[in-house]
């Protein structure tokens, strides 16, 4: 049995009175918080050409996010490998980074992200099962949806939100966390069939390749995130000057707790802080969504806050930069329309979300450019080669207001 506190080197999955499916690993689940734990977990992975991985990070409780978990699975052993005990995660590294093992994800794009961000970790032979499934035209497309469809397998949502960041972690927690790889790889294995039988994987494996290049990005609105709170440009001068000098405070008490911000104080009370701001205490109470223990713990702080906002000059007050659309093409804008059409009854066709079969964005620099031939559209950057050459005449054949395409 699982042991209450995974202080154990190896917890152990309570292993069923009766014999396990067919699609559950007979191993057990290991727990690895230390660097000799993990050379002997990939001791026991060597010689292993798939992998399926997944990462928790703590963005709903923590300010300062990072990697808290680490979930990793062959087709016979599970591991959940602890950041936060092993100091050497090279191995990871390493077999991410290796072209002799494919690397199975669900929704790479973020992990990929934070494992580039918090370690320069880079895949470099990835599967994953969300775009398959995408490309599948699959109704649902969460890994839940998929295992569940495919496995008969019901993922517990108990622990969706759950602080990855709090030690130790209950056995039940643990458990949670490995169902994310524990059959990832059966469902690679379906899905991929699937894409071979229908004549897509070449499709899929374009788009998996692209995710090699995937990078963690800084935000480029630094000094300006106040204005992406819902609601915060219909404010005008003073108003949203104490919504900035209320934004900065929250992110500072956040950053200074180790707190998601609105832990701290949620946006809706934050907007109507800027909109009618209180004199005194007692009046700060009354704010819907304050309350007596936040007015107790950061209320001289929030006055504080309202109080910069009230001395800024006028002529220093914060505008909102309203950037004016760029002029419109009647005719660029008329092959837009034609080049929407198309691709909506290529969709239905292909039976994909029109999304997936085209981006409006990849449409847009099409309307634009109106390439000659089909080998000109494969060179638009916007436009992958499976697009092409599956449906690519019939796209430039709409953007010539039904004109005939030249062959590639």
Known sequence: ?????????????????????????????????????????????????????DTEAASFHRYHDRIYLIQLSSRTLTAVIDPLGVDDLRPIGRVLASKEVEIVFHDADYDLRLLDRDYAFRAKNVFDTRIAAQLLGEPGIGLAALLEKYQG????????????????????????????????????????DQLEARGRLTWAEEEFKLLEAVRWTPKEDAGEEYLRLKGAKALKGRALARLRELYHWREDAARKADRAPFRILNNQPLLELAKAPPSDMEGLRTISGVGGETAKRYGRSILAAIERGER???????????????????????????????????????????????????????????????????RLPAVRRWQAETFGAELLEAARNGGPAEPA
């Not at 290991?30 to 026991?44: G, H, I, N």
């Not at 490995?178 to 294995?189: I, K, P, V």
Request: proline residues 12%.
């Open 1 to 53: 049995m699982l042991p209450d506190s995974p202080s154990t080197n190896f917890l152990r999955v309570p292993r069923p009175s009766s014999p396990p499916p067919a699609h559950q690993p007979p191993d057990p689940l290991r727990y690895v918080e230390s660097v000799p734990e993990l050379r002997r977990l990939f001791t026991a992975l060597k010689g292993e050409s798939l992998l399926a991985v």
């Open 312 to 378: 800024i000059l006028e002529d220093a007050l914060p505008t909102i930069k309203r950037h004016g659309r760029p002029k419109s093409d009647p005719e660029v804008e008329r092959r837009l329309e034609r080049l929407k059409a198309a691709r909506n009854a290529i969709a239905k066709g292909l039976q994909l979300d029109p999304g997936v079969a085209c981006p409006n964005g990849t449409l847009e620099a099409i309307a634009r450019d109106v390439p000659e031939s089909v080998e000109a559209l494969n």
């Open 153 to 192: 397998v019901t993922l517990n949502k108990k622990y969706q939100r759950a602080d990855w960041s709090a030690r130790p972690l209950s056995a039940p927690m643990l458990e949670y966390a490995a169902m994310d790889t524990r059959h990832l790889l059966e469902l690679r294995d379906t899905l991929r």
